[in-house]
């Protein structure tokens, strides 16, 4: 008995010991100055409680660069340019179902967004490769949809790249703002 005893304290020692210094090895990376955020479309639907019918037709994970007392558009951003629609991987959107984008019909999925700034206009891009870093592997060729829409700028700068949505008649505009610019996307479903 006196055996057993010594042999099961033994062990739990040594797994002790085995799991202390797994962890201890472990290095987590540094927290990423452009964070994760995600925005849904209706914007509650995931806070919507039990019974509630509220369903997501839209979820954008993306990246949240900052402005941080750059020039952004037609500087760090250049007109003309494809750029990722935020930062580090490729922003994705999934629909859950079926939308109208620009007269295009998109079944539900989940594709990419990437965008051409310019000073008066801007060109969304709706993408079906998804899981890239960037806009360094962009394929034109994958292109969903390309939309023209017009710039609005701000009287004040928006120091997050960020995204939302607002309702309209039969759908929802998806909106950007970063710096002192915006754009509105019309999403119909």
Request: with cysteine; proline share 7%; charged share 20%.
């Amino acid at each position: 008995m006196r055996n057993i005893f010594i042999i099961v304290f033994a062990l739990f020692c040594f797994n002790a010991k085995a799991q202390q210094s797994a962890s201890a090895e472990v290095k987590f990376p540094a927290a990423d100055p452009s964070p994760a955020d995600i925005v849904y479309f209706p914007l509650n639907a995931p806070k919507a409680k039990a019974g509630d019918p509220t369903k997501p037709v839209i979820k954008i994970v993306y990246s949240r660069p900052q402005k941080k007392g750059r020039d952004i558009f037609g500087v760090l951003e250049q007109y003309g340019k494809v750029w990722r629609f935020g930062a580090n991987e490729s922003t994705e959107v999934r629909f859950f179902k079926k939308v109208n984008i620009g007269g295009k019909k998109i079944k539900p999925g989940t594709y990419s967004l990437f965008a051409i700034p310019n000073k008066d206009s801007w060109t969304i891009i709706v993408n079906s490769e998804t899981d890239k870093w960037g806009a360094f592997t962009y394929n034109q060729a994958k292109d969903i949809v390309r939309v023209n829409v017009p710039v609005k700028t701000l009287s004040k700068p928006i120091e997050y790249f960020s995204l939302t949505f607002t309702e309209i008649n039969g759908g929802a505009n998806l909106i950007m703002g970063w710096d002192r610019t915006q754009v509105e996307l019309p999403i119909t479903f």
